[in-house]
């Protein structure tokens, strides 16, 4: 409580708390950065406040000004628009709602940069998001809970936070999956005590036979899962698992409740204060590869983690500065331009960075992906990372790197693995969303049709990629009847496989409006055989693709292609970047998301000349 009553005395006294009217000129302040919190009721965002506070201490001549909206969105869109006014460089803002408080961001987004953190908005009219992937922690709570149950027959209640809130939906989604098909384990009943300890204690005590006749008790907040606690000791019962997340430090955070006993396990959940001010300076001083999305790592906390936990920390990599760090890749292939342009960033980008690279190329073959990544646990590099040929097939071997003590970076495509550890960051595109932007382009693009035939040509069979482009297009193309994936057929993601799959579609189909390829080279494949066919690719048949290549932005510009939905090869940058912080000691986080746009052939002229790829 003392340690509190400090924490906020500080923050009175070195945040200009937003009461008071900031005149920007009077002061040598390089920096202004305004923070949007939405409530200070939550311990989770007085840690929130305290380590943006801290960390912008590291930054000489940085100025943070709070303002708080007390649960309120009408507030705290009050708030953004006040901020901006005071001259703010930068608005962090914590949303208290999702869809109502978008608008207010977009507005602030289009005159300075805002990063986004804690609960998503709607769209992408922001310069970074930052959270915990909710719908994983929801998960690894109902895993928990599978593992402690076995095949015991076990009751479960559930307290969440605000009914309404998109951290909450999440959490509850990824339980249920979790659950949803154990006949041993029953969610009897789920009730919101609004994030609040004393709102689960007085709902716990009101029905305290259902309680007493359950087994286990999730709170989505280890605030509430104390409450639950507080509870049960009035009424004697001290027989039940209750977990919790968050896992904040300090006497009534988390990490003590689970070191106590108080609590069986949390699920950490970092408020990314620390890192939205890091990469807020990163936007300020306009450092190059900068995500869009960084997903946060959860991770769950029992009284056995927690002494690993304690074990790892601070950890000590036992490097001097001068040690040079040594990185292992392996890369998947040269099947594309797109890949070419990836290799090239990733040397590049080693050697601006002093990083020494060990490079290997699988030349598509994932046995040689494997073979290359083990040479690299031989040869003790400091990081492994790796461009995953297809999704599964890894287990074993990342289980190796870890027995070896070297983290493991996906580098733009995703693993299915058992256990998620086995991963320490994936720096990926949002393929999902790529595939929904080609399908949102061509419905626009042809909604005064109402039978448009669509033929596709998928990426390499099991690689990320390919399966989320085609679940991203088929889900938002499903959703009208004048538009249908009348054939798809795999084309590796190589420019004469691109050419051999349309001819084939061309002598099977009479009429084909619409190619959608999985990427440029594919599409560009396609182009020679729809002219060779006799037909105007662009105009007979439409074509939509991704990576936003240069040769793409050649064909948009003869009116051959119509439209390239980007996912950018240059993540050399940011891997280096990543290879750096955690030699450095610091926690990765567990996804980053990098940015991208969609080019319709009517810019083309305009952005060729700055295509960097
Ligand atoms: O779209 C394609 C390459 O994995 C995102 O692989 C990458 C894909 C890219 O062959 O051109």
């Known amino acids: ?76 869109e009050a708030d953004i628009d006040k901020l901006i006014r005071s001259g703010i460089d930068l608005l962090i803002v914590s949303p208290v709602e999702s869809r109502e408080i978008t608008p207010a961001i977009g507005r602030a987004h289009s005159l300075i940069p805002v990063i986004v953190i804690d609960k998503a908005i709607e769209g992408y009219d922001y310069s970074l998001f930052i959270g915990v992937d909710n719908f994983l922690v929801g998960k690894q709570a109902g895993r928990f809970i599978k593992r402690q149950a076995g095949s015991d027959e076990i009751k479960v209640i559930e307290i969440t936070g605000s009914a309404d809130s998109l951290p909450v939906a999440e959490r509850m989604h990824g339980f249920r999956e979790e659950l949803v098909e154990l006949e041993n384990i029953h969610l009897i009943e789920s009730y919101s005590a609004d994030w609040l300890r004393d709102k689960a204690q007085d709902i716990t005590t009101e029905n305290i036979d259902l309680f007493s006749g359950s087994d286990v008790v999730f709170a989505h907040n280890d605030a509430m899962a104390f409450g639950v606690y507080r509870a049960f000791a009035e009424a004697g019962i001290n027989d039940k698992i209750i977990i919790g997340i968050d896992g904040l430090t300090g006497p009534e955070g988390g990490l003590a409740l689970v070191q106590a006993g108080i609590l069986e396990a949390t699920i950490t959940c970092p408020t990314g204060g620390t890192e939205a001010v890091n990469r807020a300076m990163d936007i300020l001083s306009e450092r190059d590869g900068l995500p869009k999305k960084i997903f946060l790592r959860s991770s769950l906390m029992t009284q056995s983690t927690l002494k690993e936990h304690y074990a790892r920390l601070p950890r000590n990599t036992g490097r001097t500065p001068e040690d040079p760090i040594v990185l292992g890749f392996a890369q998947l292939g040269s099947e594309s331009t797109w890949r070419e342009a990836n290799t ?131 889900d938002f193309i499903d959703r009208f009847d004048t538009h249908q994936i009348i054939d798809s057929e795999p084309g590796d993601f190589i420019r004469n496989l691109g050419y051999d799959v349309m001819t084939r579609f061309l002598l099977r189909h009479e009429r084909i409006d619409a190619v959608y390829a999985h990427n440029d080279d594919m599409a560009l494949g396609a182009i020679r055989a729809i002219e060779e066919a006799g037909l105007e690719p662009g105009s007979d048949i439409l074509i939509v693709s991704i990576d936003g290549v240069k040769d793409a932005f050649q064909a948009m510009k003869k009116g051959k292609l119509n439209c390239t939905v980007e996912c950018s090869p240059l993540l050399g940058p940011q891997l280096m970047k990543a290879v750096q912080d955690y030699v450095n000691g610091e926690e990765l986080p567990l996804r980053i998301i990098t940015e991208e746009g969609v080019f319709p052939m009517e810019v083309a002229k305009e952005f060729f000349s700055s295509r960097l790829y």
């Open 1 to 76: 409580m003392k340690k509190l009553l400090v924490i906020g005395a500080l923050f009175l006294l070195t945040a200009l708390f937003f009461s008071c009217s900031f005149e920007r000129e009077s002061t040598d302040i390089q920096y202004l950065i305004g923070v949007a919190q939405a409530n200070l009721s939550e311990p989770w965002r007085e840690v929130m406040n305290t380590e943006i506070l801290e960390t912008a201490k590291s930054y000489p001549n940085v100025r943070v000004v709070f303002a708080n909206a007390g649960n309120s969105w009408e507030k705290q």
């Open 344 to 474: 090239k960033s990733i040397i590049s980008a080693a050697e601006e960075s002093g990083i020494t690279l060990l490079f290997e190329n699988a030349e598509l073959n994932q046995g040689k992906q494997i073979a290359a990544i083990r040479s690299f646990i031989e040869a003790e590099v400091d990081v492994i990372a790796f461009a995953p040929i297809v999704s599964t097939g890894w287990d074993d071997v990342l289980k190796e790197a870890k027995a070896a003590g070297i983290p493991v970076i996906c580098s733009d495509r995703t693993v299915e693995v058992a256990d998620e550890t086995l991963v320490t960051t994936y720096l990926v595109a949002d393929f999902i969303e790529e595939g929904r932007r080609a399908a949102v382009w061509l419905v626009d693009e042809t909604r005064n049709r109402d039978d448009v035939r669509i033929v596709e040509i998928g990426g390499l069979v099991g690689s990320t990629p390919a399966i989320d482009r085609a679940n991203g297009f088929a």
